[in-house]
């Protein structure tokens, strides 16, 4: 199994864009395009992630709170303990596991919520949410969220939002000793996607925060496959979420107003 994890304790110059890729993945973080408006623990608080086994594939972005080390340990986790098995399934097993996802999507946040407990102690290192999608070999689509980053499916000229936060949910953030099985059932997104997809893209909310980000997250979805398309085939996965994270910082530098970002693509076409 392959694996690329970008940490933002690690990526906190001004305006600059981190990536990494590799066969159908890849993954963008930035501190942002202008200095944060409001008060924070780290320069740059979230994290970006990548695996992938043969012919399945996954890649997760978590958006950081009170401090860095809640997303990249939550990452963490899911590289080291979750990515083996779900990736390790093709087949019959693909099909098992599809069948059971949206009922077990608690269980895999009350994992990474305890993950992050244990690590921080008596400390706080940081509280999160995240976003992810997998796909088996010869399975579904498979998507799983927290929080308000975003995935978004590209495919034949359209872009739709999977799993999107409605506006009036409760914030649901891993890391959170109180967090009981109640709240994690009430605050997980998670969904079996069928038919076909060219590109899948993921964004933490520094794409789309109002007053920071873009007016439009689909749209700049879009624009960056769209501009993704036109690059030579391996480097396509790169080339989107690289532009995506690129659309986020022009629109920062413009509203004079700054967050984190970190974006993922898997590109299937």
Request: proline share 4%.
């Amino acid at each position: 199994m392959r694996t690329a994890l970008l940490r933002g304790s690690e990526h906190t110059q001004l305006g600059a864009i981190s990536t990494l890729a590799e066969g159908p993945a890849a993954i963008a973080l930035s501190r942002g395009g202008a200095p944060k408006t409001y008060s924070y623990t780290d320069p740059n608080e979230d994290a970006c992630a990548f695996a992938y086994q043969d012919e399945s594939s996954l890649v997760a972005v978590a958006d950081g709170h009170w401090g860095s080390g809640g997303a990249a340990r939550a990452l963490e986790r899911i590289l080291s303990h979750h990515a083996p098995r779900w990736l390790g399934t093709s087949g019959l097993g693909a099909v098992t596991l599809a069948s059971r996802w949206v009922e077990e999507a608690p269980d895999v946040l009350a994992d990474l919520n305890q993950a992050l407990l244990v690590e921080a102690g008596h400390s706080l290192i940081g509280r999160t949410t995240l976003s992810l999608c997998l796909q088996p070999a010869g399975g579904k689509l498979l998507v799983l969220a927290v929080g308000d980053s975003h995935v978004f499916a590209c495919g034949r000229g359209q872009v739709r939002e999977l799993c999107p936060h409605p506006a009036s949910a409760r914030a649901c953030y891993l890391g959170d000793p109180s967090l009981e099985r109640e709240h994690l059932q009430a605050g997980v997104r998670a969904d079996v996607v069928s038919g076909w997809i060219g590109a899948v893209l993921l964004a933490t909310d520094g794409l789309s925060e109002k007053g920071i980000g873009v007016e439009d997250p689909a749209a700049s979805a879009a624009r960056a496959a769209l501009a993704a398309r036109g690059t030579e085939g391996d480097l396509k996965p790169l080339a989107a979420a690289r532009a995506l994270a690129a659309d986020a910082l022009q629109a920062q530098r413009r509203n004079r107003a700054g967050d984190n970002v970190g974006t993922a693509c898997l590109w299937f076409e």
